[in-house]
């Protein structure tokens, strides 16, 4: 049966729209949008009367009154952005405000009631900023200052604007007037200079126009206008409702929003397209209207929140909405054939579409596979009705094809015009006599041959179910299985370009590229959109086009040829999805639904809800860089307050000592396709190679090591185009102050120091060690000489004196008296002998080297001589001697020194008495011996200094650091003072 009217099912691409709306429930603070704009940076901006907020495409970020200071109001109006990127803001009753360099600087404007509230703004050719409010006040701001005039303020005026033309004029429009002014000539407290005045029917909006002129829509018809002249007149409104925004497409084509009819999009011939709810519009009353820099319109509604408008790039065949397409075949002059799982076949010609089902021969069997041969004839396989052709308008089964298998998924004619069927029992080809299956190799079981193509010089490639890929030639199978190198044992899909690359999609394990006897495969980790692959189709500009159960992806071929060659490692590819037009996301696959392309181009894709169409030539990829931004940072969960507002990242991050937990949050504004975009990072300093991020927008790090890094992130669009300079980030990862530079200098400088001080230390003590050996020895050698010259001075001596006396009693032995005398001073040399040897002992003996042993030894000597001289002796001693030690040069040099005092008193003071005492200091030691004699009288002091006897006394005492004095007595007689050092008590 026939249904007419096909070819108002191929609507023209720009009549097709997908929208996409985003409320409350999805982030918004409020579901009425009342001004849209997207900025230089690409972020889209909504007012609203709970606030205002900032859109990425994914995230909505508000800022109100309570968290953003500077802000008049939460209730948003009106938003306007210079070229500078300074932000305008009106609220409904709290004024304007100014977002310069992040900062919100509030403006006197419109403060305390509606009627003051902003409108309307432009910038002029001099990049000053014209704001227009209810009240009729024009204000003027050139960066310094805010300059006032009242423009049609007497007047009451349901509508107000002001606009900047590309002449250098500004419009000031009012409900029946409009106003050119020179902004170039205008003076503060002057009237503003108006070139001319013109009288309108009811204007209803004026709107300057990217491509010169302003669009004016006035007394209910829609005209653009340039200057005075009128450019171009679309004729009466299409709506009958309130005008409420409009704006341009990037094309230059007028969008108009309305208070309750949706809105209407002109093309460039002034036809309207309307959209409204009939058409997935969330509400009809538009009130903003923007258009982003990849195309897609922006609408703010009244209580729908916000939508998002795309032109689809796919058609979809009405009669097959919702329908599983399982086949399609296109001939050159025969059509689209559509062959559903359900049952039926429909073609479509010449706009008419021919339904074929029961009363065709068809019954409900489902249709796998459709073929339509040179000769005309149109073939189809069937899931248990095996293989059929159109005979007379009725689908009947083939001529001897009753031993084929019912179940035929695959169809190809080769080269020869052979007709190729593959089926669940086996590959078998068509003969003159009939139909021959093909036997397999080595006995095995026929395999399930769901796809099928032909190669160069007659190859013929069969992709089977679980058991590989079969190749037939000459006679003879090939089979490529997993446990050969072949990556699966799934074929689902098979295809041979103009070069002889044979493509197969395989269920999941990706796109298969084989090529000079080498397999590449192509997964999710190369750039595919899934491993389980439906079908295969190229165009005319050598892209494939590969239906999976993830979506429709492109994806270019020589990109692929790149990652076969090793030269890149991914693919940029474009998956296009329900929202891009195709009736759902995924395609069909399970037997051979092979993808149509006409002559034209046009490709006919089949999906699980219908059969989608497009001509790719038609399709103009995204050439956009998307724009990066870093929303926010993180450390160790705090955030880093950098002005939510427009933050500013110039200044590095630092991580003090003991902060461990980094979190970069960034953002793609791609608001076409945000949820395509594909991020990339790296943290410059600790990683060289990129982070692929998938569609994942923030960057976590943990304990980095102290040192200055670059936090790098880049995206790439839709279409696979990237951003290469991306967005940076200094971050500075401060050490603990026991690595920092001046504590390890210092630390260095202090081990150094230690080291050397404790070399030196070592070596000074070793040289002290050394010296005091040194001075040991040289203190040995000099008591050793010592006792040398006291042997020899006084043994000797009195050895010598006992040899001469010997000899003279020899010689006097005659004369017993001599002898006598000689007896006598041999007996009294001897007992002086005796006693220096005693006193050269005692000095000897290390036992003695105390001042106790001194002063014990000292006094026996002066009592026993000093009571053989018959002078009387008193001794003052400490009852209690410390037990300090006293060197063997102190000891024996101040022992000779007190003794030779002894001796003078007894030889020369002729003194009766003779004290001695001994005190004692902390460091040194005083003996002082007087006597009652006849002192000093009589000689000279001086003289008596120089005497032998005491310079002895005086150069002993020199040597160990004492001294010695010699002064008259308290009455008469003598005092001798011996000072010597006291060595320090052990304790």
Not at 236 to 255: H, K, Q, R, T
Not at 950 to 978: D, H, Q
Request: aromatic share 8%; net charge negative.
């Amino acid at each position: 049966m026939a249904t007419p009217g096909f070819a108002a099912e191929l609507d023209p691409p720009r009549t097709r729209f997908t929208i996409d709306a985003w409320d409350t429930d999805d982030g918004l603070p409020q579901n009425s949008v009342i001004a849209l704009l997207q900025d230089r940076e690409g972020y889209l901006w909504l007012g609203t009367l709970n606030g205002l907020v900032r859109f990425d495409g994914v995230r909505f970020t508000v800022f109100d009154e309570n968290n953003t200071p500077g802000l008049p109001s939460s209730r948003i109006v009106h938003l306007f952005e210079d070229r500078e990127s300074n932000l305008w803001i009106g609220t409904e009753t709290g004024g304007a405000a100014l977002v310069k360099g992040g900062q919100v600087q509030p403006l006197d404007i419109g403060r305390g009631s509606r009627e003051g509230r902003l409108v309307a703004s432009c910038e002029d050719s001099q990049g000053r900023v014209w704001l227009y409010t209810a009240a009729g006040e024009l204000c003027r701001y050139d960066g310094q200052k805010v300059d006032v005039w009242t423009v049609g303020g007497s007047l009451f005026s349901n509508y107000r604007t002001v606009i900047a033309e590309d002449s250098g004029l500004l419009w000031v429009g009012t409900d029946r007037r409009m106003s050119a002014l020179d902004p170039a000539t205008a003076v503060e407290g002057r009237e503003l200079p108006t070139v001319r005045t013109t009288g309108v029917a009811r204007l209803d909006f004026l709107l300057a126009s990217r491509t010169g002129g302003y669009w004016r829509m006035s007394g209910g018809r829609v005209q653009k206008w340039r200057g005075e002249n009128l450019e171009r007149d679309y004729g009466a409104y299409p709506w009958n409702s309130a005008i409420s925004s409009a704006c341009e497409d990037e094309a230059g084509n007028l969008v108009v929003g309305t208070l309750g009819s949706g809105l209407y999009w002109y093309n460039a011939e002034g036809a309207a397209v309307r959209l409204s709810t009939e058409q997935g519009l969330s509400h009809n009353y538009v009130l903003s209207l923007s258009v982003d820099r990849e195309g897609s319109l922006w609408v703010g509604t009244d209580g729908g929140g916000l939508n998002r408008v795309r032109r689809q790039f796919f058609g979809v065949l009405e009669a097959s909405r919702g329908l599983v397409v399982q086949a399609v075949a296109a001939g050159a002059e025969s059509g689209v054939w559509v062959g559903y799982n359900g049952g039926g076949i429909d073609h479509w010609q010449q706009g008419q579409t021919v339904r074929y089902g029961i009363n065709e021969g068809l019954g409900s069997l489902p249709i796998r596979a459709l073929l339509t041969d040179r000769a005309g004839n149109v073939w189809a396989g069937t899931w248990g009705g095996g293989l059929l052709w159109l005979q007379g308008g009725r689908f009947e089964r083939a001529p001897n094809s009753e031993q084929l298998h019912p179940v035929v998924l695959a169809l190809l004619e080769d080269h020869a015009g052979t007709l190729w069927v593959g089926t669940e029992a086996g590959l078998a080809h068509q003969q003159p006599e009939g139909w021959r299956l093909l036997p397999t190799a080595d006995g095995l079981t026929p395999p399930v041959v769901r796809a099928l193509t032909e190669g160069p010089e007659g190859v013929i490639w069969a992709g089977t179910r679980g058991a590989g890929l079969c190749r037939f030639e000459d006679g003879q199978f090939r089979v490529y299985r997993k446990q050969d190198g072949f990556p699966g044992d799934e074929v689902t899909a098979l295809y041979v370009d103009a070069e002889g690359v044979l493509w197969v999609g395989t269920a999941g394990q990706g796109l298969v590229r084989f090529h000079e006897d080498r397999w590449t495969q192509f997964t999710t980790r190369e750039g595919l959109a899934s491993n389980s692959i439906g079908y295969l189709v190229e165009d005319a500009a050598g892209d494939l086009w590969i239906g999976s159960n993830a979506g429709l992806t492109r994806v270019a071929k020589r990109a692929l040829n790149a990652v076969a060659a090793r030269q890149t490692q991914t693919v940029a590819s474009r998956t296009f999805r329900r929202a891009d037009g195709l009736p759902t996301s995924e395609c069909t696959s399970g037997a051979q639904p092979i993808p149509a392309r006409k002559v034209d181009g046009t490709l006919w894709l089949p999906t699980i809800s219908g059969l989608a169409y497009l001509n790719p030539a038609a399709l103009q990829p995204n050439p956009h860089q998307p724009p990066i931004a870093i929303e926010s940072v993180f450390i160790d969960s705090q955030p880093l307050d950098r002005n939510r507002l427009r933050p500013d990242w110039t200044a590095p991050i630092v991580l003090r000592a003991g902060q461990e937990r980094l979190e970069i949050h960034y953002t793609s504004l791609n608001l076409a396709a945000p949820e395509q975009a594909r991020f990339r990072y790296r943290m410059a300093g600790h990683e060289s190679a990129w982070v692929p991020a998938g569609d994942d927008r923030v960057a976590r790090y943990s304990k980095l090591p102290p040192r200055q890094y670059r936090f790098e992130v880049t995206a790439s669009n839709e279409d696979g185009v990237w951003n290469e300079s991306g967005c940076e980030l200094t971050i500075v990862v401060e050490p603990p102050f026991w690595r920092t530079w001046w504590f390890m200098g210092g630390g260095a400088i202090v081990l150094l120091g230690s080291i050397v001080g404790i070399v030196y230390y070592l070596s000074t003590q070793r040289l002290h060690r050394q010296v005091e050996r040194l001075r040991q020895q040289q203190a040995l050698d000099n008591e050793r000489a010592r006792i040398a010259r006291d042997l020899h001075d006084q043994l000797g001596a009195s050895l010598t004196q006992v040899s001469l006396l010997g000899e003279l009693v020899e010689s006097d032995k005659d004369l017993p008296n001599e002898v006598e005398s000689h007896a006598r001073q041999i007996t009294q040399t001897a007992r002086e002998t005796t006693r220096t040897l005693d006193e050269i002992v005692w000095a000897v003996n290390p036992s003695n080297d105390t001042l106790d042993g001194l002063i014990n030894y000292f006094c026996k000597y002066a009592q026993e001589y000093l009571a053989i001289a018959n002078i009387r002796y008193r001794l003052e001693v400490p009852a209690q001697l410390p037990a300090t030690p006293l060197p063997p040069d102190v000891r024996h040099n101040l022992f000779l020194s007190a003794k030779e005092a002894v001796t003078n008193i007894v030889r020369h003071a002729a003194a009766t008495a003779v004290h001695i005492r001994l005190r004692l200091e902390p460091d040194h030691l005083v003996l002082e011996i007087q006597d009652d004699g006849c002192g000093l009288s009589g000689m000279d002091p001086r003289r008596a200094q120089t005497r032998n006897g005491l310079r002895n006394m005086r150069k002993r005492m020199e040597e160990i650091g004492g001294a010695f004095t010699l002064t008259p007595g308290p009455g008469k007689g003598t005092l001798v003072s011996l000072t010597a050092p006291r060595g320090r008590t052990p304790v």
